[in-house]
Each structure stands twice: as structure tokens, then as C-alpha cells.
């Protein structure tokens, strides 16, 4: 099956840095990818859509400036965590988009997470 | 809004035990349905889905039928694996929609 990587898989930092996550799509293009946010033992969260190309967009009460995200081409969305603190550890988890092919449907497919210590 | 509610974890089975997962959903319209399985160490796959009621999604054993009048999408396998230990996601998508709500998710553990 289609395959997603995000890098890296976990990082920790110190409070006021920022920090960069990546997210791939390996063997397909995306034009939608999916950040979610997941606390422990809760569900994941939908924190936004990246589109590529143009400006992505954010659920209701996630910070857009807290959080940056750039679509820059068709196989990679970052998200940006700015001047990150405590409150902002979490498990992050992208997904891509992968419209169907002849015979297939669409389908979401997601990467493996990156967990964020901030210290 | 829309909401998955799925019952809550851990669940502990012996292995060829029966295993009933139960997902309620409330949503406007006519929803897909999904159930979702991450194990340990890789991101979430695509278990089966369902996009239209009385449909059945099934996949590697496992079986979940869309039930419109008790709003439910319940995950079920007749005998299950150690291999099948992992946390399983209810979700749905309205309709029109790719946007997921998904459950807490529920881990399960079979012991041999």
C-alpha cells in the first residue's frame, strides 16, 4: 500500500524554540494532506488541511501563526510548531490524500507520528 | 457536530476469543464510516469501511455492518490473533466530505 513517512519520529526541545516536522507522501502525490494532534489516550484531532500550492486551512481554535504549515510541493507538508512550550507536547500525525485511481476509491493514509517533548 | 464515541480500552482477550468493538456515531446526513488500526510503532491503516447504510465492511477477518437506525458501527471478529493486538480507531467522513472525526480509539492486547 501506499506509504507515508514524517520525520522525525520524535524530538525533544526547549520552551521558545520552534520546530519543523515533516510529512511525505512516498510513492503518490497528495494535493491534500491532514496535521492532527493526539493527547493521550484521546482521539485525534484535526488541527488542519494543507493544500499544496496555497494557504492551508485551520480548524477552529487551532493558532495558524502557532502552527505554520507549508504545502511546498505534492509529496511533502511541514508543520512549523513557533516558540513552542510545554503545552504544545503532543503526538502529531499527518495523513495524505490519495485520489483513486481506475478500479480504487479514495483513501487517507497516515504516517507513523512524531511525538513532541517541549521542555 | 459530528462524533464517534467507541468503548473505552484497554480490552485484554485470549487468543480465538470473540471480539466485539462497539463505535456510535452521531453525524448529519449520511456519513462513511471507517475503523482505522495502528500498531505498534506504524502510522494508522485502513481496516474496512462502510459508505451507505446496511453496507458491511470486511478485511483480514474482521467485519463492521453501517446500522443507520441505532446510528452504530460496531468492529467484530470471530477469532482473534496475537497478531491483531493494536489500537483500533472508529471514524467517519460527512458526506461530501474527506475531513475524518475519529473515537479515543481502544487499544487491544490478545495473549496466547
Known amino acids: 500500500g501506499a506509504v507515508v513517512s514524517q520525520h522525525p519520529s520524535w524530538v525533544i526541545c526547549k520552551s521558545g524554540t520552534s520546530v519543523k516536522i515533516e510529512c511525505r507522501s512516498l510513492d503518490f502525490q497528495a494535493t491534500t494532506m491532514f496535521w492532527y494532534r493526539q493527547f493521550p489516550k484521546q482521539s485525534l484531532m484535526l488541527m488542519a488541511t494543507?493544500?499544496?500550492?496555497?494557504?492551508?486551512?485551520?480548524e477552529q481554535g487551532v493558532e495558524k501563526d502557532k502552527f505554520l504549515i507549508n504545502h511546498a510541493s505534492l509529496t511533502l507538508s511541514t508543520l512549523t510548531v513557533t516558540s513552542a512550550h510545554p503545552e504544545d507536547s503532543s503526538f502529531y500525525i499527518c495523513s495524505a490524500w490519495r485520489l483513486a485511481g481506475a478500479g480504487s476509491t479514495d483513501t487517507q493514509y497516515f504516517g507513523p507520528g512524531t511525538r513532541l517533548t517541549v521542555l | 457536530g459530528n462524533s464517534v464515541t467507541q468503548m473505552e480500552g484497554p480490552v485484554t482477550l485470549s487468543e480465538e476469543a470473540f471480539l466485539t468493538i462497539n463505535c456510535t456515531y452521531t453525524?448529519?446526513?449520511?456519513?462513511?464510516l471507517f475503523w482505522y488500526v495502528q500498531y505498534p510503532g506504524e502510522g494508522l491503516q485502513l481496516l474496512l469501511k462502510a459508505t451507505k447504510a446496511d453496507d458491511k465492511g470486511s478485511n483480514k477477518g474482521f467485519e463492521a455492518t453501517y446500522r443507520k437506525e441505532t446510528t452504530s458501527f460496531h468492529l467484530e471478529k470471530g477469532s482473534v490473533q496475537v497478531s491483531d493486538s493494536a489500537v483500533y480507531f472508529c471514524a467517519l467522513t460527512p458526506f461530501g466530505n474527506e475531513k475524518l472525526t475519529f473515537g479515543t480509539g481502544t487499544r487491544l492486547t490478545i495473549i496466547p
Open positions: 494543507s493544500n499544496e500550492g496555497s494557504k492551508a486551512t485551520y
Open positions: 453525524a448529519t446526513g449520511y456519513p462513511s
